[in-house]
């Protein structure tokens, strides 16, 4: 299509579905209202389960299948990342260079913050059943933490501290124990991915039954996952060189 | 201790592929080629054999999992629940029975990516029974993007083909777009409810009569399941994602992904908003993106000579008939399409497969090129007739059985002539695929010329999909392709097949019996009989009918040159090179229909429905 066109199929599609959502808006109930059917539940169902972040409670006890999905999603991302991005036979991998400039305070600073990084996301991870944050958000975090190392300029310590593979496995591993975690509830008769383990006493670590340990997995699988997919760009951003090609026909 | 009981087969039906997938993963490293066979396909017969329990479980109602031990008091509950009916176990069934068929088919031989694509494909059918598998609509869209993402990779797994990634990612992009509209419209049902699974958002729409928001939200909601199941006008990613893709994962994407996107639409409008938006509007609706579904499926299957956009396209025109079947909102309608949609996987399947040892032996899929290089005495040959033949509604195929039902669900709905469209569609597609066949393996009639100049993705492969070119073919190919032939023949001779799908198409379209035996485990009430899923004269005699056309139409094609142009011929043709421009592979485009159909189908619905 000519991009006149284009943009007229466009305008009108646009023009319509506009109106339809104007529609759909005004129809929502008013913002502020004291009615949530699903808070009134959920809050009750934590407390329960002694769980004192109410949105961790939701996402690894109540509705735990769907964060299970959004793992296997991420999951399956990393491989077909992987699968896609892998080096071709027209390509080799070349010893990175040592271009470019740092500067000295960039690199000290890099160091300085790689073990707090790395601590700020274990807090996150360990304690995603007391305060916000989780599995989710330590694992990026853990992810980042690494990659302070190319900051530094290191791009050949950042692959020495990162034998892929090792991260491949615990993303793999992680996942798999997050199913299995809930295929054990099924054997127990308490139903599959169910809140399992001891409660504990609120607000102690020790607490929330099963989903402290869900946090610590999906924040390894995380970790791992972040640490490869990065890994595949970089590879194709630096590592790797097209071989000149004898250009056939095509 | 453990006491095994129906509910239990649901979550593990989902959860073995996934452990197995990161098995495969863990162990790809120093592990053989042959393990990885193995263990992938130990995970989807396994899978398999928990979904034919669960369609065993599932005789008197529906098999109600609540994860995490949640049940529901007095009809609320915080967790996700999986329900399961007949058709739903069906339809997951039939996910793995072809991802068996499609490991067997890449057994040994084909390229694998170092094992990912094993992964990739434990992942895809996880993703796959989830979808059909749960009740709640929020996990359904988690399950829609698992099965996506993983397909989408699957999809440009042959990167040394410049065009691959191309064609995936069209197929991520259009897709992605369409799943984010989707998660509007689920956002807007819950800013209404504050519910999401289907059996509360059921319950707390009843009655409610449909307004803007509601008009909206099915509208969003659907749009990415339709997106999936390739309704025009947003059909356009699906023959570029197939003529990339290796073709083992054409086989899951054609027989079974596409036709999910029918089936959600059918879950979701039969459980939430049955009640609220009035069945004539969606009826005609949905009849009417249909016919237009089946219609430029058809004539664009007619006009390709690339093999797999030829089937790609095949599959568009009988996405438009399953649409059809279902607007009709009657179980034996429902039914009918199951059927259909269960025959048309086999053959389809068994096509793609058989194109794939073409590619893999002869490097094109180009149906000049292949004139006449394969010769009538290889098995190939045979199988790809029958299944032509069998696409065509020939009985007793299994696409010839769905099609009689489905016709005759369109008469008794009041619909006589919808019969003259499903005769017409699959004669069309029938005889585009007859006549490639009759070319490539028997080389009958002329040659088409070289390839139009024209650049299509994925147009020309440059590469067979097995590690060195096939000198003959492995008997494990074959066994793949003959099953999936044989499944599709089953279907349509076995009565008892049909007379369960009919009963589970009762249980399917009961909006109260779901909601009852979803929140407060009531049991199921037995549906009223069904009328016979079975073989009429009548429909014997369409399906004859529509063989007998398919083959006059291949035998015209193929012996009849380029007439004389008419003033009406040359316009019809003139036309027909508009429709065939708009398949640009412009991903601008693309987006750009999605848009427009999207709107369409907001007016479609909405407009009559104004105060």
């Not at chain 1, 807090?123 to 530094?152: C, I, N």
């Not at chain 2, 000049?368 to 007739?385: D, E, I, Q, S, T």
């Not at chain 2, 067979?464 to 392709?481: D, N």
Request: hydrophobic share 55%; with cysteine; aromatic share 8%.
């Amino acid at each position: 299509m000519s991009r006149r066109a284009r943009l007229l199929v466009f305008a009108l599609g646009a023009a319509g579905l506009a109106v339809m959502f104007a529609f759909a808006v005004a129809g929502m109930p008013p913002f502020g209202t004291s009615e949530h059917p699903y808070r009134d539940l959920a809050v009750p169902a934590a407390l329960q389960h002694r769980t004192a972040n109410v949105v961790s409670s939701v996402n690894f006890d109540q509705r735990a299948l769907d964060t299970l999905g959004e793992e296997v999603i991420l999951l399956s991302s990393v491989i077909g990342t992987a699968a896609l991005l892998r080096p071709t036979r027209r390509e080799s991998r070349r010893p990175a260079t040592r271009g470019g400039r740092v500067s000295d305070s960039t690199t000290l600073l890099s160091y300085l913050l790689l073990p707090v990084t790395v601590l700020i996301g274990l807090d996150v991870v360990v304690h995603g059943h007391l305060t916000p944050g989780g599995g989710f958000q330590g694992g990026v975090v853990l992810a980042t933490a690494v990659h302070l190392l190319y900051l530094a300029g290191r791009y050949e310590s950042l692959q020495r501290l990162r034998p892929l593979s090792w991260y491949v496995w615990t993303e793999g591993l992680s996942a798999a124990s997050f199913a299995v975690l809930g295929l054990v509830g099924l054997a127990l008769g308490s139903g599959f991915l169910a809140n399992i383990a001891p409660l504990g006493s609120f607000q102690s670590l020790l607490s929330a039954g099963t989903v402290p340990i869900l946090n610590i997995v999906t924040g390894a699988a995380v970790a791992g996952g972040g640490v490869v997919l990065l890994a595949q760009f970089f590879a194709q951003a630096i590592g790797t060189t097209q071989l000149p090609t004898r250009r056939s026909t095509s | 201790m453990y006491r095994g009981s129906a509910s239990d087969l649901a979550p593990l039906a989902v959860a073995l592929p996934i452990v197995m997938a990161c098995v495969v993963l863990v162990v790809q490293r120093w592990a053989s080629r042959r393990l990885a066979d193995l263990l992938a396909m130990v995970a989807a017969v396994a899978a398999l054999g928990l979904c034919v329990a669960l369609v065993a479980a599932a005789k008197d109602g529906r098999v109600v999992t609540w994860s995490g031990g949640w049940e529901p008091r007095g009809g609320r509950s915080v967790g996700v629940v999986l329900v399961v009916d007949q058709l739903g176990a069906g339809f997951a069934c039939l996910a793995a029975g072809l991802t068996c068929c499609a490991l067997l088919y890449s057994w040994r031989y084909l390229e694998t990516a170092h094992g990912h694509y094993h992964a990739l494909m434990l992942l895809f059918l996880a993703g796959m029974i989830g979808f059909v598998l749960t009740g709640d609509l929020f996990n359904m869209f988690v399950f829609f993007e698992l099965m996506g993402v993983s397909a989408f990779a699957l999809a440009g797994l042959h990167i040394e083909e410049p065009d691959s990634v191309q064609g995936s990612l069209n197929f991520a992009l259009i897709n992605s777009f369409g799943a984010y509209l989707s998660l509007m419209g689920i956002g807007l049902l819950y800013a209404r409810t504050g519910q999401l699974g289907f059996a509360q958002l059921g319950a707390k729409l009843a009655g409610h009569p449909a307004d803007g928001l509601i008009v909206g939200a099915f509208v969003l909601v659907t749009i990415g399941f339709l997106v999936k199941a390739a309704m025009a006008p947003m059909h356009f990613w699906l023959a570029d994602a197939h003529a990339v893709a290796p073709t083992p994962v054409c086989v899951l994407m054609s027989g079974v992904m596409v036709e999910m996107g029918v089936y959600a639409l059918a879950r979701v409008y039969l459980t939430v908003f049955a009640t609220s938006i009035p069945a004539p509007v969606v009826q005609r609706t949905f009849l009417t993106m249909g016919l237009l579904t089946a219609a430029v499926g058809s004539l664009m299957c007619f006009a390709q000579r690339h093999l797999k956009r030829l089937l790609a396209y095949s599959t568009i025109a009988h996405v438009g008939l399953f649409l059809i079947g279902f607007a009709l909102l009657r179980p034996d309608g429902l039914a009918g399409v199951a059927l259909y949609v269960v025959g048309h996987a086999g053959v389809k399947g068994a096509l793609f497969l058989l194109v794939g040892l073409l590619l893999d032996r002869f490097q094109t899929l180009d149906e000049g090129k292949l004139f006449g290089r394969v010769g009538g005495r290889h098995p190939a040959c045979w199988m790809f007739l029958v299944a032509a033949l069998a696409l065509a509604g020939l009985p007793p195929s299994g696409p010839g059985l769905g099609k009689a039902i489905t016709e005759e669900a369109a008469s008794a709905a009041g619909y006589p002539w919808l019969s003259v469209v499903f005769v017409l569609v699959s004669a069309v597609t029938g005889a585009a695929v007859l006549r490639a066949g009759l070319r490539v393996f028997l080389g009958q009639g002329h040659r088409p010329g070289p390839i139009e100049p024209a650049h299509q993705i994925g147009a020309e492969p440059k590469k067979p999909e097995t590690e060195h070119p096939l000198r003959r073919t492995p008997s494990t190919m074959l066994v793949a392709i003959g099953v999936l032939l044989a499944g599709s023949v089953v279907v349509g001779v076995v009565p008892a097949l049909a007379q369960a799908v009919g009963h589970g198409a009762g249980f399917f379209g009961d909006q109260a019996g779901y909601v009852d035996q979803a929140l407060f485990a009531v049991p199921a009430t037995p549906v009223p009989a069904s009328p016979a899923t079975w073989w009429s004269r009548s429909g014997l005699l369409l399906g004859a009918a529509s063989t007998v056309l398919a083959v006059i139409i291949a035998g015209i094609s193929l012996h009849v040159g380029s007439p004389e142009r008419g003033r009406f011929l040359s316009r019809m043709i003139a036309g027909f090179e508009l429709v065939r421009r708009l398949h640009s592979g412009h991903i601008g485009d693309y987006v750009a229909w999605l848009i427009f159909g999207a709107a369409m189908l907001a007016a479609l619905i909405g407009l009559p429905l104004l105060p």
